[in-house]
C-alpha cells in the first residue's frame, strides 16, 4: 500500500473494497457456521482486523484472498470462544428455509447445510469464491489431493442426496 | 476453476453436470443482510399520509431553518455542538432507575452502524438523533453520581482527546482506534472516566 495515501484516500478505498466483498465473505462465514448472526459478527470483526491492517497490505490485488483468510481466522476464533454446538436440521429451518423459491435449490441448500464443514469450505470456495485447488490447499493447509478428494466426496454427498432426478442424468457419475 | 480442478471434480462437463454446478452455485448463495438493517414503513391511506408528509416538510424546514441560525450543524466547533445537542434533549439527563429497552437499543444502535461487544451497563435512554448532518446513537448511562450521555459519533474525527467544561456541563471527546469518535458528556460533578473507558472499549462500527 503506499505510504502517499491519505488516511481518507485509504478509508475510501478499503470502504469501495469492503462493500464489494462484503456478500461473498458473509456467505463464506454462513458455510463455515451455518449461523446467520455468527456469520454477520464474524464479518464484522474480520473487516475492523482487515481495517487496522490495510495500509500494510503490500498487494492490493491480493485483497480479496486476505480478506476471506481473516474471515476464516476470526471465525476460528469465534468459534473456539464459543464452542459452538453441533447445528441439527432443526437450525436450517430457522437459518434458511423459505429464503428460495425454487424447491430445487432449496434442496440442493438444505444438503450442502448438511453436509460436514471438511465437504462445505472447499466448495463454497472453490464455487462461490472462484478458488483453485492450490488456493483452497493453502487456506487450508492440506495438499493439493486432499482438497481435491474432498471436492469430489462433497459432490458424492450432494448427488446422493438430492437423487437423480436433480443432479442430473442420472448416472451418478462422479 | 483451473482446468485440471475441472478434469477432477467434474468428470465429463456434460450439460447435467454444468446444471449441477449451477445448482450448487445456486444454493450457496444465499441471501445477504445489509449493513444496516431497514425498518418496514408501514402502509398508510394515501390522504391522511400526504397531509402528514406535507406537515412533517414544513416542520422539518423550520428547523432546518432554525439550526442553521443557531450554527447547530455545518459550525466548526464539534465540543460546542455536542453540549448544544445536550441540552437541546434535557429530558435525557433526568435520573432515571428505568432501563432502555435491550431490543431497541440494539436496533438503534444498528441504524446508526454501531455495536458493542460488551453491552455498556445501566443504559436508561437511547435515541437515534440528528447531528451535523448524520443519523447518531444517544444513549445515557447511569452513572455513580447521575445520568451521562454518550453520543456516537462515526463521521466526527478528533485528532486528540478533548475535554468539555461549558454550561454546567464536563465531558470529553474521544478518538478511537477504528476511526469516529464518541463524546461522553455529564454533570460537573459526575465521574465520567468509567462511562468512557467502557464505551470506548466495547464500542464497534459496522462497516
Redesign the interface.
Known amino acids: 500500500m503506499t505510504a502517499a495515501k491519505s488516511e481518507l484516500e485509504l478509508r475510501r478505498e478499503f470502504d469501495q473494497l469492503s462493500r464489494r466483498l462484503r456478500p461473498d465473505l458473509y456467505r463464506y462465514a454462513f458455510w463455515l457456521g451455518r449461523d446467520r448472526q455468527l456469520a454477520e459478527d464474524v464479518v464484522q470483526e474480520a473487516l475492523l482486523r482487515a481495517w487496522k491492517a490495510y495500509r500494510d497490505l503490500a498487494d492490493p490485488s491480493s485483497a480479496k484472498a486476505w480478506m476471506i483468510s481473516i474471515v476464516r481466522r476470526e471465525f476460528a476464533r469465534t468459534f473456539e470462544r464459543k464452542r459452538l454446538e453441533t447445528v441439527d436440521i432443526s437450525d436450517y429451518e430457522q437459518q434458511l428455509a423459505g429464503d428460495e423459491d425454487d424447491p430445487r435449490v432449496e434442496e440442493m441448500r438444505q444438503a450442502i447445510f448438511e453436509l460436514e464443514v471438511d465437504y462445505r469450505e472447499p466448495l463454497a470456495l472453490q464455487i462461490l469464491l472462484g478458488h483453485t485447488t492450490r488456493e483452497i490447499a493453502g487456506l487450508m493447509d492440506l495438499t493439493e489431493g486432499a482438497v481435491l478428494t474432498r471436492l469430489h466426496r462433497a459432490r458424492a454427498k450432494l448427488r446422493q442426496a438430492i437423487g437423480p432426478d436433480q443432479s442430473g442424468d442420472g448416472s451418478n457419475k462422479s | 476453476?483451473?482446468r485440471?480442478?475441472q478434469n477432477?471434480?467434474?468428470?465429463?462437463g456434460?450439460g447435467?453436470?454444468k446444471?449441477?454446478?449451477a445448482?450448487?452455485?445456486?444454493?450457496?448463495?444465499?441471501?445477504?443482510?445489509g449493513?444496516v438493517a431497514r425498518v418496514e414503513p408501514r402502509k398508510l391511506p394515501r390522504w391522511p399520509f400526504i397531509a402528514v408528509a406535507a406537515s412533517l416538510l414544513l416542520a422539518a424546514g423550520m428547523l432546518v431553518n432554525s439550526l442553521y441560525e443557531a450554527r447547530y450543524f455545518g459550525g466548526d466547533d464539534l465540543a460546542t455542538d455536542v453540549i448544544a445537542h445536550v441540552l437541546h434533549e434535557p429530558e435525557l439527563l433526568v435520573p432515571t432507575d428505568a432501563p432502555a429497552d435491550g431490543a431497541e437499543f440494539d436496533q438503534i444502535l444498528r441504524e446508526a452502524g454501531a455495536?458493542f461487544s460488551v453491552a455498556p451497563a445501566a443504559v436508561s435512554f437511547v435515541r437515534l438523533c440528528p447531528f451535523r448532518g448524520h443519523m447518531v446513537a444517544h444513549f445515557v448511562v447511569r452513572a455513580s453520581h447521575g445520568p451521562v450521555t454518550v453520543l456516537l459519533l462515526p463521521n466526527e474525527e478528533v485528532d486528540a482527546r478533548t475535554p468539555l467544561n461549558e454550561q454546567g456541563f464536563i465531558g470529553t471527546i474521544v478518538p478511537l482506534?477504528?476511526?469516529g469518535s464518541i463524546a461522553v458528556v455529564g454533570e460537573a460533578d459526575e465521574d465520567i472516566e468509567e462511562v468512557r473507558t467502557q464505551v470506548a472499549g466495547a464500542l464497534?462500527?459496522?462497516?
Open positions: 476453476m483451473s485440471d480442478d477432477l471434480t467434474e468428470p465429463t456434460s447435467s453436470d446444471r449441477f454446478e445448482l450448487i452455485e445456486r444454493a450457496l448463495r444465499i441471501d445477504v443482510p449493513p455495536r482506534d477504528a476511526g464497534r462500527w459496522r462497516l
